[in-house]
């Protein structure tokens, strides 16, 4: 069966400082890879999809950015972070097949980020 | 443009009572929706989708979802509510013209449910 790994949890970082989270999913192969943010425990923001290795799209401009240097592995990033930077990241992924728009996307549990 | 609508911010429902969670949608072409549930500070969890066929969607934990086209609606519902179902939930839909493997999922706002003994 099929997993998602994200980490870390909770992260709290200072303004100006760079950020990692890391997303890995097991179990399938050459699947769709999604960050969302989600503000105040309500509604989920796209943030980047990619549906192959190096294939990045950005769904709205920000202080963010996205790789994924391996077929499984999705990588959210910044430089500097900024206060409103803070939020609640997941991770998702869904099988990567053309014309299959039902596809199911399943979701990581999550990284907590504050910065401070 | 797609769009998917939870017009119910919050739900309260006492345990043993039925309930229903609302979600209308637009889309382009033949919809595929779906229901998740957010547990706090957890990720999403599926519930059940509509892709074609049955009206009536069967899902995790009980729960249901009726597809109305002529109504542009799927309701998640349960018979019977226990506590353990108070969490956040989100209707999402996804449309099936002019798209590729990636096409967008969209979530509604959420709807938190509350479940009192």
């Known amino acids: 069966s099929q997993t998602i790994h994200q980490w870390p949890a909770t992260l709290v970082q200072p303004v100006g400082s760079p950020l990692s989270l890391e997303c890995t999913v097991e179990g399938t192969s050459n699947p769709n890879l999604y960050w969302y943010r989600q503000a105040a425990g309500r509604g989920l923001q796209l943030l980047f999809y990619s549906v192959g290795i190096g294939q990045i799209s950005s769904e709205v401009p920000q202080n963010l950015s996205a790789s994924r240097p391996q077929d499984r592995q999705f990588i959210l990033s910044s430089k500097k972070l900024l206060l409103s930077d803070s939020g609640f990241y997941l991770c998702a992924w869904s099988l990567g097949k053309t014309g299959l728009s039902g596809n199911t996307i399943y979701f990581g549990e999550g990284s907590w980020l504050t910065v401070v | 443009a797609q769009s998917v609508a939870q017009p119910e911010d919050q739900v309260n429902v006492a345990e043993g009572n039925p309930l229903t969670v609302k979600c209308t949608y637009s889309v382009s072409g033949n919809p595929y929706l779906f229901w998740y549930v957010q547990y706090p500070n957890r990720g999403l969890q599926f519930l059940l989708k509509?892709?074609?066929?049955?009206?009536l969607v069967k899902g995790s934990y009980g729960f249901e979802a009726e597809f109305n086209k002529s109504q542009t609606s799927f309701h998640l519902k349960k018979p019977s509510a226990l506590v353990s179902d108070s969490a956040l939930y989100f209707c999402?839909?996804?449309?099936?013209?002019?798209?590729?493997?990636?096409?967008?999922?969209?979530f509604g706002s959420g709807t938190r449910l509350s479940i009192r003994p």
């Open positions: 999402a839909v996804r449309g099936s013209s002019g798209y590729s493997s990636a096409s967008k999922i969209i």
């Open positions: 509509y892709i074609t066929g049955d009206n």
